[in-house]
């Protein structure tokens, strides 16, 4: 038989609830040891009737309910002593960084020529050193990329100056090759090989004809 899901309201019969009071506490109770034993965790439980009678589970001897409680206490005060001075670190981490924020909105509004009236001698003097020091890594700065550039457009040109030296050298070959073939010798030599070429010979098969005295 199946049981129906029990609805999370009060029980309005006296009878009933205290049946089902004394059912589930002994559960509990059950419930709490087991977690005890098979886990090795401190347990303490403390349970009143509706009518005031105290039932209490200790995991051990040598934990009582009133060891547990102390322990629990001193944790959350521990807790929220901590929790405490969190939020008053972070607090001041935030004042500290919104007072570094306003510091360096004033400095630079300063470095902008703003907000200059209101300044002394020596803070104006002070504006103008950190102008100058500015200056003078922003001028390194560029004379350091200049120098940069100016070497890789030196490897830049001596790479097309061996490229142009390397054409140079394959058209002075292919300018001899062409004299040279050009030459008088070349084309007589040619030449002969033509006329060579163009010679017949007659084959005869048989004795040599004779010729008369």
């Not at 303490?44 to 040598?62: D, N, Q, T, V």
């Not at 306003?102 to 630079?108: D, F, N, T």
Request: hydrophobic fraction near 30%; aromatic fraction near 4%; charge should be positive.
């Amino acid at each position: 038989m199946v049981r129906g899901k029990t609805q999370m309201k009060r029980i309005e019969n006296d009878t009933s609830r205290q049946v089902t009071f004394s059912k589930r506490r002994n559960g509990l109770l059950k419930k709490a040891f087991e977690l005890s034993v098979l886990c090795e965790a401190e347990v303490a439980l403390i349970i009143f009737s509706p009518r005031g009678r105290l039932s209490e589970f200790a995991s051990s001897r040598y934990f009582s309910v009133n060891k547990t409680v102390e322990r629990y206490l001193r944790k959350v005060k521990d807790r929220g002593l901590g929790t405490k001075g969190s939020q008053a670190n972070t607090q001041e981490g935030t004042i500290n960084m919104t007072k570094k924020i306003e510091h360096l909105e004033v400095l630079k509004r300063k470095l902008l020529g703003d907000g200059l009236d209101a300044c002394s001698i020596d803070e104006l003097r002070q504006t103008e050193n950190q102008l100058e020091q500015s200056l003078s890594k922003i001028r390194a700065r560029k004379d350091q990329l200049l120098k940069e550039q100016i070497q890789e457009l030196r490897e830049e040109e001596k790479r097309l100056l061996d490229i142009n030296e390397e054409l140079r050298e394959q058209l002075s070959q292919c300018g001899d090759e062409l004299r040279r073939r050009n030459s008088p010798e070349e084309q007589d030599v040619e030449h002969r090989n033509d006329g060579t070429d163009g010679v017949e010979t007659e084959l005869v098969i048989g004795p040599p004809e004779r010729r008369m005295p």
